[in-house]
């Protein structure tokens, strides 16, 4: 029902002692993410916070859409420093967005591994599950999400749309309606009324 959900975790957006790295995240707080680019192509070809510089460009092409420019920024990251968690993650989500949902949930596994107890990892890895059609998997992990964090409507919406798939009605009306609760708080009108769409549909 919903996309892979991006949100890089724990960001460390701390003054750099590079112009162009501290440029380049000015530009990406900013929402300018192509000027962003720029800036941490100039980080990167001066040799400045290698790790750093390639995952900011790594995310900030996620940002524009760019999912395989992403994934080969994250693979660096990776290359350079292999305990990186929030590199597979986001690699996870570039995986998901263009349906490589196998090494998506693969690179999930790792960011685990890393860094437990990631409520949005556990509801990415779900969604890469659940367009695999291992709803059981899914709905594994959105009970792990929830458990984690249970203002998180995007598992509510996923777990209600598995419930449905698997015709259990009055637990997918309790997921959905939660989660329209959840959005409606949140002020996220849109997706508010595409939950409310679908329990219109099963009522």
């Given at each position: 029902?919903?996309?892979?959900?991006?949100?890089?975790?724990?960001?460390?957006?701390?003054?750099?002692?590079?112009?162009?790295?501290?440029?380049?995240?000015?530009?990406?707080?900013?929402?300018?993410?192509?000027?962003?680019?720029?800036?941490?192509?100039?980080?990167?070809?001066?040799?400045?916070?290698?790790?750093?510089?390639?995952?900011?460009?790594?995310i900030s092409y996620l940002?524009?859409?760019?999912?395989?420019?992403?994934?080969?920024?994250?693979?660096?990251?990776?290359?350079?420093?292999?305990?990186?968690?929030?590199?597979?993650?986001?690699?996870?989500?570039?995986?998901?967005?263009?349906?490589?949902?196998?090494q998506a949930i693969a690179?999930?596994?790792?960011?685990?591994?890393?860094?437990?107890?990631?409520?949005?990892?556990?509801?990415?890895?779900?969604?890469?599950?659940?367009?695999?059609?291992?709803?059981?998997?899914?709905?594994?992990?959105?009970?792990?999400?929830?458990e984690l964090n249970g203002?998180?409507?995007?598992?509510?919406?996923?777990?209600?749309?598995?419930?449905?798939?698997?015709?259990?009605?009055?637990?997918?009306?309790?997921?959905?309606?939660?989660?329209?609760?959840?959005?409606?708080?949140?002020?996220?009108?849109?997706?508010?009324?595409?939950?409310?769409?679908?329990?219109?549909?099963?009522?």
């Amino acid at each position: 029902m919903l996309s892979a959900t991006f949100i890089p975790a724990q960001i460390s957006w701390a003054q750099s002692n590079s112009a162009s790295l501290q440029k380049g995240i000015e530009a990406y707080q900013n929402g300018n993410y192509q000027a962003a680019v720029q800036e941490f192509n100039q980080a990167i070809s001066e040799g400045a916070q290698a790790e750093k510089a390639y995952y900011l460009r790594g995310i900030s092409y996620l940002q524009l859409g760019k999912q395989q420019q992403a994934i080969a920024d994250y693979t660096k990251v990776i290359e350079l420093n292999a305990k990186n968690a929030d590199a597979y993650y986001d690699r996870g989500i570039a995986r998901t967005q263009i349906g490589n949902y196998e090494q998506a949930i693969a690179d999930y596994n790792r960011a685990l591994e890393l860094k437990p107890d990631q409520e949005r990892v556990y509801l990415n890895r779900g969604i890469a599950q659940s367009q695999q059609g291992n709803l059981e998997k899914a709905m594994a992990d959105y009970n792990q999400a929830i458990e984690l964090n249970g203002e998180l409507a995007d598992a509510y919406a996923n777990r209600g749309v598995i419930h449905a798939a698997m015709g259990e009605k009055e637990s997918a009306i309790e997921d959905l309606e939660k989660a329209a609760q959840l959005y409606q708080e949140q002020g996220n009108q849109s997706l508010y009324q595409t939950v409310q769409e679908r329990l219109e549909q099963l009522e």
